[in-house]
């Protein structure tokens, strides 16, 4: 009897933590809710992150669990706390952050499991916030050189207060095949480059060129994206949802552009359905909202 195809499996590298709103407190973390929204569209997710020996930890790694997902690489550090990051969420369309610093995930460490789990993986993203520190940094960058030929490897540039510089930035694009961002970024990262660009389409080009990237994605909320991908240039229009607020809408994004280009779509479809991923997401309260049904019709 022929075996059963196993779903692509996609990690998430980085920062898992808790977003505290004014009200409530709820999980999330870019490669977390990257991981998480690519279990919901029909891939293997797993976070590969770190939390820390306490409740806060405890219960970000039960919810994960309930919803299904393997948390045996999520590590457990006795000396610092779990990740925390207060949300203003007064503008529902563009919510500010305050990341908290140290934190558990500072401090990942490329152990053998998950260099092990890098070799199966079929597509890692990765971040730029998740490198602040020096540990967690060199914990990353050894372990997507443990990935396969085959492995896509996506960089999203998450800038945050001024948890960057040149370097992370140049070490993660070297890194990459695809890169995301968003439109506010790009003038910040083109800055810190030392690059000069005329538009996005020719900032997309630059990081082609510069850093042998095979596509680059700028997101633009509710007016959708721009994709670059080899010599194709595409403008996909976003859909219009009443938002509730945007935080992990553009993680779901990028979930959503991983899961469709594993499944071979076209450029056009991979932008498309990544646009309306994301509305779905920032039409929901959180960062991991339930859609699993949803992204099936809308699929």
């Not at 590969?48 to 930890?57: E, F, I, T």
């Not at 457990?76 to 952050?97: E, F, I, K, L, N």
Request: proline fraction near 3%; hydrophobic fraction near 40%.
């Amino acid at each position: 009897m022929a075996k059963e195809k196993l779903s692509p499996l996609v990690v998430g590298l980085g920062e898992i933590l808790w977003d505290c709103f004014e009200d409530s407190r709820r999980p999330g973390g870019a490669p977390a809710n990257v991981a998480f929204q690519a279990g919901q569209l029909g891939c293997r997710g797993i976070v590969a992150s770190r939390v820390g020996d306490d409740a806060l930890g405890e219960e970000l790694i039960e919810f994960l669990g309930d919803q299904g997902l393997d948390t045996r690489y999520i590590q457990r550090d006795g000396g610092h706390a779990t990740g925390t990051v207060t949300v203003d969420s007064s503008r529902a369309d563009h919510p500010q952050y305050t990341i908290h610093h140290p934190a558990a995930w500072d401090f990942i460490e490329c152990d053998a499991a998950l260099c092990d789990l890098m070799s199966r993986a079929s597509a890692v993203c990765f971040g730029t916030l998740a490198q602040r520190n020096a540990v967690s940094r060199r914990a990353i960058q050894n372990a997507l050189a443990e990935t396969g030929d085959g492995c896509l490897l996506v960089c999203d540039i998450n800038i945050r207060q001024d948890w960057y510089n040149r370097e992370v930035l140049e070490q993660s694009l070297v890194a990459a095949g695809l890169v995301k961002l968003n439109e506010d970024e790009v003038p910040i990262v083109a800055e810190a480059l030392g690059a000069e660009c005329g538009g996005d389409v020719e900032f997309c080009r630059l990081l082609q060129s510069r850093f042998d990237v095979q596509a680059v994605c700028i997101t633009r909320g509710a007016r959708g994206c721009l994709l670059v991908d080899g010599q194709q240039k595409i403008d996909s229009l976003g859909m219009a949802v009443e938002v509730a607020d945007a935080v992990g809408a553009g993680d779901a994004f990028t979930a959503a552009w991983i899961s469709s280009r594993l499944a071979g779509r076209r450029p056009r479809e991979q932008a498309d359905i990544a646009n309306r991923v994301g509305a779905l997401v920032a039409s929901r309260s959180g960062a991991m909202p339930d859609l699993k049904e949803e992204f099936a019709d809308l699929i």
